[in-house]
């Protein structure tokens, strides 16, 4: 699709949308997956002065409802169905489009009670971020060709579509289906001249297992940005090796801060110095600090809670004051954010240590285990349910669900697991679905009567 369709077609759909909507600013939810159409909803829906609502197709339907459902969206757009979207009578300028501080997308992430959360974010976030992102890599204007590897309802795949956008480049999308298979995937590496690579680390270390992933595969590329999880330092190291032509970056943010908030260039001498590497330092105009348990700020080199304060905080979750009171505050420094990461400054870099609650990435994708918890004892026959992290060499490998039935559920453990998880991919996209399931008569309990989740943890101890 070239720019000028891309115009063309948003500007028709804007129009439509002002015409049947009128004053109704609610969300345009869009559903679809890699299809160049779902830019257009993008792009109509806020030039109609809407935000909108990205719902990939991994996402199964009664999840999918939810989130329409929380967002308040009266309209589902599908890509495939978006040019029959015409009238005459709308062939007009829309009244108003997305400006300054109105809502442009919101994106909804894992909530721990089991709701999806809607993150809203700004026109005036996203522009911090993208020009951050422009004066920080010296894109090529009109010259870059952007790998979107993330499903358009993953803020990493913002920082790929905008930065194409505001440089006049190309994306090249991937779907699941060249994903799953890799020779196609590969293909698409070899001749579509990919010169921007924007992926979790996860991603990457897949590709590293095929032995000619390497610059002669993709000759035209000069940059790896990675964010979403902690980039191992083997993972950069080997693609430092195998593509001598190009930077290796490690970015760092959640969401609800415009998907990435620090950077650092990782060299070779930034690999040697540090392992485990540093997330990097704040883009301009954003404080990053760590804070203690009193709420004071710490010096260099203590471990704290990461705060970030600036033009790129949400301004919350969307219907949601209880969560955003809890996790949003104004400051000196601007609207703040607490990340719940824990980490330190130190050399002029922040560090991420860990996770202060229960969300989880397992391969880049960010997971509530309460969410999971609660869709597990939605389903019937459950009696209770609480789900753990398998690690291995410190890093989450994928989840095990240790599961009490409310009365034993019928054949092997190995038919009772599997029929779990049916059951439980109709709620939750597969990547949320754990790997093992444990089938137990009860919980061990603590003194106080709550579940010993750390004698069930021994239990996986084996694989760790
Ligand atoms: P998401 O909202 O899906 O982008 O997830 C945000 C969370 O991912 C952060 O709060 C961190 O816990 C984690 N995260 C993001 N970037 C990095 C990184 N570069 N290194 C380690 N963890 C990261």
Redesign the pocket.
Known sequence: MTFRELGARSDTLAGWLDFELGDNRAPIAVRGHKEPEMLVAFLGAVKSGRPYVPIDLSIPEQRAERIIHTSGATKVLNPSAIDALTHPAAMCRPRRRVEGSDPFYILF?SGSTGEPKGVVITLANLEHFVAWMLSEQRFVEGGEVFLNQAPFS???SVMDLYCSLATGGTLVSVTKEDIANLRDLYDIFRHRGITSWVSTPSFAAMCLIEKTFAQPMLPALRRFL??????PNDVASALLDRFPEAEVW???????AT??TTSVRVTSDVLAKHSPLP?GAAMPGTQLYIRGEDGARMPDGERGEIIIAGPNVSPGYLHRPDLTGNAFFDSPDGHAYR???WGRERDGFFF?EG?MDS?V?VNG??IELGDLEANLRALEGIADAVVLPVEKAGRIESLAAFIVETERSAGSDFERSARLKTRLGERLPTYMVPRKVIFRDSFPMTPNGKVDRRKLAEELAPTR
């Open positions: 992430t993953f803020d990493l990675f964010c979403g999880e902690t980039l490690n970015t760092y943010g959640p969401t609800e998907v990435a997330v990340t719940g990461d991420f996770r969300q990435k994708f960010r």
